[in-house]
């Protein structure tokens, strides 16, 4: 349902997912990151934060299954470039700094210049605990 956040959604990825993991056994993955579930997304109905986004990609990336790792959808540019910057780090087992170089693009990142803005949405989470129990 709109408006879902963190941890609720984190509380059906990973169960989700290791379940398809285990049954399943791929070989591969091919994981989609489309940064449409952000908050703060032009067309985006969910609440996730840059930071909760990727650990979504760091769980998958623990089951040490090779991976092909996509873009896709995220109609706010800016946070798009945010959240595949964020995600592609953390493939690559590198640090990134939360304040953004200063490039010539700097100022489409206005106004708080950083990686991990606050994405808090006016959206209301209508995933109630007993709805996601019984998901």
């Known amino acids: 349902k709109d408006g879902i956040d963190d941890p ?10 290791q379940s398809v993991m285990s049954h399943y056994k791929p070989s591969v993955i091919v994981l989609q990151c489309g940064a449409d579930s952000l908050g703060c997304d032009r ?7 840059i ?17 092909i790792v996509l873009g896709g959808g995220g ?20 640090e990134i700094s ?3 170089p200063c490039t010539d693009y700097f100022e489409y990142f206005a106004p708080d210049y950083t990686l991990h803005p606050d994405m808090t949405t006016k959206i209301d989470n209508q995933n109630t ?7």
């Not at 609720?8 to 997912?17: D, L, Q, R």
């Not at 605990?129 to 998901?135: A, G, K, Q």
Request: charged share 15%; hydrophobic share 40%; with cysteine.
């Open 8 to 17: 609720n959604y984190m509380s059906i990825f990973k169960p989700v997912m």
């Open 43 to 49: 067309l985006g109905c969910f609440n996730l934060s």
């Open 51 to 67: 930071k909760q986004h990727g650990q979504c990609v760091e769980f998958m990336k623990n089951f040490n299954v090779p991976m």
């Open 75 to 94: 109609y706010t540019i800016r946070n798009v470039a945010r959240c595949w910057a964020y995600e592609t780090s953390l493939l690559l087992d590198t």
């Open 98 to 100: 939360n304040d953004l």
């Open 129 to 135: 605990r007993t709805y996601l129990d019984n998901v």
